[in-house]
């Protein structure tokens, strides 16, 4: 771990201007992923700026939905209750991620910005264009079964790891930042990871020194029909191999429409709007929802060792929107 | 750095320890040179869990080595300067403490390294085993990945922290009854998270496995499938989960819950599989 | 009427565990410590060209950056015994770091950066530059599986029969092939080490299966006589046969710290654990087997294939057991190994039967449906009455009796044998059952008690205690002969000081150095009956020591227990306060005359979600019969392990390596997948005890490997009666279920 200057921010605005200030400062707020990466030598900042004290953790209710501070830790996300009634798809993601331990560690904002886990990238002695721009890729012909079946570039065939992220898609959230100029400006979270193409080492659209202050969710009507479905080795303390977060709209027993966002797919959680499409205005049964996940991976490009993802991400948006028509986390 | 539950301690242990202690150990103390009142002091440190002759043997070993110089030609480094230090103040056990740290030092490098409390372990370091789970202000966190600095006014409650003087916590006590352990290693960390789970329990707190999340209760009793859940970030790789879960079963409940998963087979069982065989070998 | 033997006693050491006060090898704390950390490399094979330690050495609390340029090299290699027993001296050529410009695989240690802090050295350790002329290499086994050669160690593995003519002739035949990936041990606790000299004495606190294994390796690598080598390992946080060689890090420890004249400390990385020691090796395996329509087998060809590195041999005995497990006249078994660029294999938990046996067992159920026969009544037709191989009696062997106590419990009669025939909702259930084998090992071992005056006993042997309850066994064991309660009694080991034992492996701990401490025990007895009848009104006078026993601090007529002397006045008379005895304990010339296995037949459910292929070991049965169980509380302890590690094993451990490098790409946690506590449900275990009088005197065999030997092909062959899909591949992910 290269040695770095540690600053305990005061205030939003100080935070912001630190790392704006100097290319190679970075924020900590859980450090779940950045101190494990600067223990790897894939992230090498010298400078760190401690928001996790900043009064960014406030979680509550506004006209249009939820506010859900940044800083606000995973766990005490997932078991808000405001969250949990409303809000259940964006728990049962939450809690279907990494260990109580970490949940209590890491952040809302953290996991929006927590990287991939190709073992490329971790591997500083590997090619690896996004952590090391032009020196390749490794997984492109080598080991990829964790890998990306959807917009993945000859640069970076790396997938977002995460479980939250995917609720929020389906949940159309959007991410409130601070720039630098002290500014806020909102970017809806579809918008806030990043396909690889020919900059793998962008992750997402935020500036340099932009500190994400909350996450807000709009009102929806989908907290009674709606699932997190993750398919992994094990049974529990794993990434995802597949996740599905489904979510549906219903009057009787047809969709009136559908949310399906697929994780550990692609660069980012990869939101079909074909297999919504597929859903809106049909019955719920299976025919509809196989033809939905026809639809959604309709456009896969699996690489060598990841072929079986077709094939499960079929199986998954089947088997979670089966789970969430049945009620699925209410 | 001794806290102050553990100065108790050795007041509390000061008329138990004489019985405890065997001749050889009595020869080793002199060896030590430990008389009167720092033996008092040494063995009401060693003695207060009730853990007897394997600290003390190991921390007579460290007090050997206590007096080990280094010779004048030792090679120390030229520059030895403390970067980006860092002060921290915080509560450990119960005990404030002060350190200057090195920016980079996470907190179960300065428990262990620095602060002498190794009960903290260090099985990955990358937050993948569970292995350094200690609880800060009442949660369990991982110290592997989180910055010493990062532990400003904190209150950090680790394995050593945990039994009250001669007594065990309930969670440690269960953990025995029920052989959650075999190599120790993993321990530490599996009751510092069993201890903070429960608390989690009683708030409410929901897991992947809980269902019908929206309808959220206060003081939930865990079935096993929770507790397993809940306890997965938390390897073992002796595998001894089964009692773990057992344990956990058992503290929260308490009372007795486990049924025994083990039998020796009876000489009536034997017969009656093998009548048709008319065989055995085995003896009872 | 045994006080301890065979009753539950929980962990001796148990306090010392939950309190976090139990001191592993990285835990002593010494004055003037530095910290070393090591440098890997990055190409597989080929010579370091150039090696810049300039800015590493410029780094703030840099002691010195140690390279093959400037480490001292190491001397002559000594004779290492290994376990498991069976296996021969061997000479040493294993891997020692720093001692030429070679690279033989990837991962290898290049540097090692000495600092004041630990942050100091694993940041500087990152400014060591390598420059490299790299050569072709090769980390497939598949690609250099066609020039395996049989190992030039151990017994050549001549067939029986004729298996190839018989296979020809069988009327029912399977042949299918099955392979394990690279699997390592990952043990909790990192290896680690710290090391000082006195003069020319070293002491190391090392996390280690054999105390004795490491002095002996030290002493010859700098050249001072073994006693000036002190060796220290009180507790070890799991190892599975990951530290039963001294691997190179003792010695690179010990080298920094006689180079700095102080103490020493290195701490593996996780991701050095990969390369840091050895690993089971891929293995890949043909078997051929041939039955009668009766299902009788008339010829068994088993032959493996696993890797060793290039620059030493490495043989786990895939086969063995296969040629004792079922009566069958024509047999070959040959294991056959084969180089790569890696660093050398080692025994990992039930080593070469786990693997051997997967094959073997899967065979048998493929077999089984071949036939429309019960799998477990395919077992029974095939029965070995007596050892097939020697053709010798078994010392005891109630395998008959775990199959069917087992099936009894498990409810085996009720299963249909077609595949996916059982439901639960959505899930598929399956059934599958296996054999379990592994020897009753017994090897030389030495014990020292002291008894005192006092009522109480301090017992010493240099053996180790890996998790298995080593501490806790030889304390009953002592406690039980010396007629002590278990609280006046005090084992220690893990130190060079205490008398020899061997390595804690090969589940031979319980017979070699429990037989020492029983035979010291009894050896004390002895001692107190001469010293009692020196006087001539001894009421033991016409006794012999076998006529003797001790309890509650008399020694007693077995046969009159009112007849009796008082120790403590014994003791007093003879002016002593306490007397020594140290017993060497060696396998018996009986044993010569049976063959000696210990077995179990392993039950498993399993339930398959059929939409994403996942699947979950929601029962195991344990059947055992290895000998006499001496603590039922740590035997079931150490049964749920081994199911737990046939789960990892068959569902989910594999070392990844991208062959294009020759480097391992998961060496971690989070993509090396062992079990979570969420993996496990409930695990039973039925100990079908064995009075077995030939073994060794306490009549124990091994059971830490025997646990866990059939439970992957259970699991697989559970797999396939909930699918009807035969993964032969592990592990078995959701991928390959779809």
């Not at chain 1, 997938?159 to 992220?165: E, L, V």
């Not at chain 1, 597929?278 to 060598?304: I, M, R, S, V």
């Not at chain 3, 079922?326 to 294999?345: G, H, Q």
Request: hydrophobic fraction near 40%.
């Amino acid at each position: 771990m290269r040695p770095f200057k540690y600053t305990n921010a005061t205030d939003e605005g100080a935070a912001v201007r630190a790392v704006s200030g100097n290319r190679e400062a970075k924020f900590l707020a859980g450090g779940t992923n950045l101190i494990d990466l600067m223990k790897e030598y894939v992230e090498r900042p010298n400078e760190l700026v401690d928001v996790a004290q900043l009064p960014l953790a406030q979680i509550r209710a506004t006209s249009n939905g939820i506010s859900i501070g940044a800083l606000a830790k995973n766990g005490a996300t997932a078991n808000h209750p405001l969250v949990r009634q409303n809000y259940p798809l964006l728990s049962m993601a939450i809690l279907a991620g990494a260990s109580g331990q970490l949940r209590n560690m890491a952040t809302n904002g953290g996991n929006l910005m927590q990287r991939t886990r190709c073992q490329y990238f971790y591997d500083v002695a590997m090619p690896c264009n996004k952590r090391e721009p032009g020196s390749g890729c490794g997984a492109l012909e080598g080991i990829n079964r964790i890998h990306a079946i959807f917009g993945w570039s000859d640069k970076c065939v790396a997938t977002y790891p995460g479980d939250m992220a995917n609720a929020l898609y389906a949940l159309d959230a959007v991410v409130r930042v601070k720039g630098a100029n002290g500014r806020e400006r909102t970017i809806p979270v579809q918008d806030f990871h990043r396909l690889p193409g020919d900059a793998p080492q962008k992750d997402n659209n935020l500036e340099h020194g932009e500190l994400i202050v909350a996450i807000e969710i709009p009102k929806n009507n989908f907290a009674a029909r709606s699932y997190y479905l993750k398919v992994r080795d094990r049974a529990s303390y794993a990434f995802a191999l597949v996740s599905v977060a489904a979510a549906l709209e219903t009057k009787g027993n047809n969709i009136e429409q559908a949310r399906v966002v697929m994780g550990s797919v692609a660069h980012k959680p990869w939101r079909s709007t074909e297999a919504e499409k597929a859903l809106a205005g049909k019955p719920a049964n299976e025919e509809t929802f196989k033809a939905a996940a026809e639809a959604a991976l309709a456009g896969a490009k699996p690489l060598e060792h990841n072929r079986y993802k077709v094939e499960l991400g079929k199986r998954a948006i089947v088997l979670a929107l089966q789970q969430a028509f049945a009620g699925g986390a209410a | 750095m001794r806290d102050k539950r553990r100065e108790e301690d050795s007041e509390i242990n000061e008329e138990a320890s004489p019985q405890e202690i065997s001749a050889d150990e009595e020869k080793l103390l002199d060896g030590l040179g430990l008389h009167g009142e720092a033996r008092r002091k040494f063995l009401g440190q060693t003695l207060g869990g009730g853990l007897g002759v394997f600290a003390l043997q190991l921390l007579a070993k460290e007090q050997a080595l206590a007096a080990l110089n280094a010779p004048p030609d030792a090679v120390f480094a030229q520059n030895a300067g403390l970067e980006n230090a860092v002060k921290v103040s915080l509560k450990i056990n119960g005990a404030a403490q002060t350190a200057e740290v090195d920016s980079r030092t996470v907190l179960l490098d300065l428990l262990r390294e620095r602060l002498d409390l190794t009960g903290t372990k260090k099985g990955c370091d990358q937050g993948q085993c569970g292995a350094c789970t200690v609880i800060v202000n009442g949660n369990r966190v991982l110290s592997c990945l989180t910055l010493a600095a990062q532990c400003q006014g904190k209150e950090v409650t680790t394995i050593e922290g945990l039994a009250n003087g001669d007594t065990l916590h309930p969670m440690q006590a269960a953990f025995i009854k029920h052989d959650g352990f075999q190599c120790g290693y993993c321990t530490p960390g599996q009751i510092c998270s069993a201890v903070a789970l429960l608390q989690e329990a009683k708030n409410g707190d929901a897991s992947h496995v809980t269902r019908n999340l929206r309808a959220g209760a206060r003081n939930i009793k865990l079935t096993d499938e929770e507790i397993r859940e809940r306890m997965s970030g938390n390897i073992c790789r002796c595998g001894a989960y089964p009692g773990i879960v057992a344990a956990i079963r058992e503290v929260q409940a308490g009372r007795e819950t486990a049924h025994k998963t083990w039998h020796f087979a009876t000489d009536e069982e034997i017969a009656a599989v093998m009548n048709e065989e008319g065989r055995s070998d085995a003896t009872v | 009427m045994a006080r301890y033997i065979g009753k539950e006693m929980s962990r001796v050491d148990g306090v010392a565990k939950v309190t976090g006060r139990a001191k592993y090898a990285a835990e002593f704390k010494v004055p003037n410590l530095a910290y070393g950390f090591i440098v890997l490399g990055d190409i597989a094979k080929g010579t370091i060209k150039s090696i810049d330690t300039k800015e590493a050495e410029n780094a703030p609390g840099v002691v010195r950056v140690f390279t093959h340029l400037n480490a001292p090299k190491l001397g002559p290699k000594a004779n290492s015994e290994y376990a498991p027993p069976e296996n021969s001296r061997q000479q040493d050529k294993s891997f020692r770091a720093l001692q030429s410009n070679r690279i033989l695989f990837n991962m290898q240690p290049v540097a090692l950066v000495v600092a004041e802090t630990y942050e100091q050295a694993r940041y500087a350790a990152r400014l060591v530059k390598a420059a490299y002329t790299a050569e072709k290499h090769t980390t497939d086994t598949e690609s250099v599986r066609a020039g395996a050669r049989l190992p030039a160690q151990g017994r050549k593995p001549t067939p029986r029969g004729n298996p190839e003519q018989a296979f020809q002739n069988a009327p029912v035949k399977i042949e299918a092939e099955y392979r394990i990936p690279i699997e390592h041990h990952n043990p909790m606790e990192l290896h680690a080490a710290i090391a000082f000299w006195e003069g020319e004495k070293l002491t190391i606190f090392d996390k280690t299966q054999e105390v004795y294994g490491v002095r002996r390796h030290l002493a010859s690598s700098f050249n001072v006589p073994e006693e000036n080598v002190s060796v220290v390992s009180p507790f070890v946080g799991g190892a599975f046969g990951s530290s039963l060689r001294p691997n190179y890090y003792p010695s690179l420890t010990a080298m920094a710290a006689r180079e700095l004249k102080r103490p020493v400390k290195i701490v593996y990385t996780r991701t050095q654990m990969y390369t840091g020691h050895g690993y089971r090796p891929y293995t890949i395996q043909k078997v051929s087997l041939g039955a009668e329509s009766s299902g009788k087998l008339a010829s068994m060809i088993h032959e493996a294939v696993h890797n060793t590195s290039s620059f030493e041999e490495f043989n786990d005995n895939t086969t063995g057991f296969t040629r004792q497990v079922y009566a069958c006249p024509n047999l070959s078994a040959p294991t056959k190994i084969a180089d790569t660029d890696f660093n050398t294999p080692t025994w990992m938990r039930a080593p070469g039967a786990v693997s051997g046996m997967f094959a073997l067992e899967c065979a048998m159920d493929e077999l089984a449906y071949q036939l429309k026969v019960d799998p477990l009544e395919l077992r029974l037709i095939n029965y070995a009455e007596t050892d097939p191989e020697s053709g010798k009696p078994w010392s005891s062997k109630a395998l008959r009796e775990c199959y069917r106590l087992g099936a009894e419990k498990f409810g085996w009669k009720n299963r249909k044998m077609e595949p996916r025939s059982i439901r639960d909702g959505r899930l598929l259930v399956g059934w599958g059952m296996a054999t379990g084998v592994w020897g009753a090992f017994q090897s030389p071992a030495s014990a020292r008690v002291t008894f005192r005056a006092d009522g109480t006993a301090l017992v010493q042997s240099a053996t180790s205690d890996i998790g298995p309850g080593t501490y806790t066994v030889m304390t009953m064991i002592a406690a039980e002969y010396l007629g002590l309660p278990a609280e006046k009694v005090k084992f220690e080991l893990g130190d060079t000081r205490f008398p020899r034992a061997p390595a804690q492996g090969g589940s031979q701990t319980t017979s070699s150095v429990g037989s020492a401490v029983y035979g010291a025990a009894l050896a004390i007895g002895a001692k107190l009956l001469e010293l009692a009848n020196g006087d001539a009104n001894s009421p033991l006078k016409t006794a012999t020591a076998s006529d003797v026993e001790m309890l509650n601090n008399r020694l007693r007529l077995k046969s009159d227990p009112s007849r009796f002397v008082d120790i403590a006045e014994v003791l007093k008379r003879n002016n002593l306060n306490e007397i020594t005895e140290t017993f060497d304990s060696r396998p018996s010339q009986e044993r010569q005359k049976y063959a000696l296995l210990a077995h179990g037949a392993q039950f498993v459910e399993v339930k398959v979600d059929p939409a994403t292929g996942t699947v979950r070991v929601t029962r195991a049965i344990e059947v055992t019969a290895c000998g006499r169980i001496l603590n039922p509380t740590t035997s079931h302890s150490q049964e749920i392990g081994g199911v737990v590690w046939g789960i990892g094993m068959a569902l989910e451990e594999a070392t990844e390596v991208d062959h294009r490098f020759g480097r391992i790409m998961n060496p971690n946690l989070q993509h090396y997948h062992v079990p979570v506590n969420a993996d496990v449900h409930e695990i039973e275990t039925i100990f079908v005890e064995e009075d077995d009088k030939i073994v060794n005197p306490l009549g124990v065999k091994g059971m830490g490997e025997l646990g866990m030997v059939g439970i992957p092909a259970a699991i697989a062959n559970a797999v396939f009666h909930a699918t009807g899909k035969r993964i032969r591949d592990l592990p078995i992910t959701p991928d390959k279920l779809l």
